[in-house]
């Protein structure tokens, strides 16, 4: 089946320094993915979509400027975090959808873990 | 913009006894798609429902769609500890994937 590999697993970074989140789809290409963001006890709230190529769309009150998207393959995107500080301490779990798998089946990530001191 | 609500919110029970969760949504769904997630884990799909009035089986787990797909429930027969986790119904909503607030299952032995 597709399996989407996310990295770091878990990262531990101090107030202002920068995250890269990496999310690579590894047996079919993604054409879309999507970043989505969850807290403690509470449900996934969709960051932002980015498709190959092209400038991510961020949902309204994300910032573009503090959480950038690249997708410059159609098998790894990247989530940074830049400046971060301790309310952006979430869990983050990317999505992809690619054009030769099942179709509206969005293939999840395992998450990965920030926490910001 | 389509509302998800699913109830209750945190359910806590017996090994062995049944439950059901349910989902509803403010406008029709498009494709409705059932979710387990563990803690520190990924989303993991279960189910989609397309038509009305659909019924889907999965072990223990059965999944209904309502006539007029606005709502859906997911009931849990003789539930066991590894049932424990975080249920979410979600729908495509402009070619993207948007989550029910969850239902929090704790299955205790």
């Known amino acids: 089946g597709a399996v989407v590999s996310q990295h770091p697993s878990w990262v531990i970074c101090k107030s202002g320094t920068s995250v890269k989140i990496e999310c690579r789809s590894l047996?079919?290409?993604?054409?879309?993915m999507f970043w989505y963001r969850q807290f403690p006890k509470q449900s996934l709230m969709l960051m932002a979509t980015s498709n190959e190529g092209s400038k991510a769309t961020y949902e309204q009150g994300v910032e573009k400027d503090k959480f950038l998207i690249n997708h410059a393959s159609l098998t790894l995107s990247t989530l940074t975090v830049t400046s971060a500080h301790p309310e952006d301490s979430s869990f983050y779990i990317c999505s992809a959808r690619g054009i030769r798998v099942t179709k509206n089946i969005q293939y999840f990530g395992a998450g990965t873990r920030l926490s910001v001191l | 913009t389509q509302l998800l609500e699913q109830s209750p919110q945190f359910l806590s029970i017996q090994e062995g006894e049944n439950l059901t969760v349910y989902c509803n949504s403010s406008?029709?769904?498009?494709?409705l798609q059932w979710y387990r997630q563990e803690p520190g884990e990924g989303p993991v799909l279960l189910v989609t429902?397309?038509?009305?009035?659909e019924v889907k089986k999965l072990k223990r787990l059965t999944f209904q769609f309502g006539d007029a797909r606005k709502d859906s429930s997911l009931h849990i027969t003789a539930a066991q500890p590894g049932d424990t986790g975080l249920y979410l119904c979600a729908d495509y909503q402009g070619g993207k994937l948007i989550f029910g607030q969850g239902t929090e299952l704790s299955v205790k032995p």
């Open positions: 406008s029709v769904f498009s494709s």
């Open positions: 429902v397309v038509t009305g009035g």
């Open positions: 047996d079919f290409q993604a054409t879309t």
